[in-house]
């Protein structure tokens, strides 16, 4: 991932955020392994600690599977969102039952589990969708039209009320698939904006008496020693 790549996508995130709201898009540098699923091989700890000695107010989870969360949560004062857990949670305010579409169909029994992780009722699921990447040169438009039409099938055949985007590779493609399924579609990447936003304007985090500070120590990290330091 370039830095201009990860200007393109503060830039799209700002479109969503109020002018005051500073964001800041950090790649953990510790290896190059895909931070893509339930582990935490990136470093991603580490760089969320390294955000809050610099001052930020919250961290965001760049990445629907919320890798690292409780990690996070556990060991930050600031608050710790994941785009996947509050867009659950988003879809659950906006209709009776959701469905997901991600990225291939290996990943769709993943999704179930997740959303099981997120507390709210696994029974609202409608359905989970697998929807592949195209190549070429007009793979943005592609992939839009191909979100739109498995939003639709989601709302028409398997009941949805909501729809998710699975995948923050999909950030910006709500309104065209919102408008062909006839139904709201949420935005991981935007709602991770809007709730950090929420979040640190009410002086809210997570509460320390569902998870308290782990005792000072050294972990073992098989690159090298995280030296943790509580209060």
Known sequence: MTRDDLAFRERRLSKAAHSATEISIVCPTKNEIPVDSMPDPG???ETALAAERDGFDAVCLYCFDDPAIDACR????IPVIGGGQ???LVAAMLGRSFSILTTAPRRVSQKRAFVRATGVDASRLASVRAVSFP???RRGVTLA???AEQAKRCVD???ADVVILGCME???MGPEASARAGA???DPALVLVNMAELLVNQRLSRSKAARLFPPEREWWRGSGFLAAKTG
């Open 170 to 172: 999909f950030a910006g």
């Open 86 to 88: 509050a867009s659950v």
């Open 184 to 186: 709201p579609v949420v």
């Open 145 to 147: 039209a191909a979100l």
């Open 157 to 159: 055949d398997d009941g």
């Open 74 to 77: 556990e060991r930050l004062t």
């Open 43 to 45: 470093g991603t700890l």
């Open 135 to 137: 190549s070429g040169e």
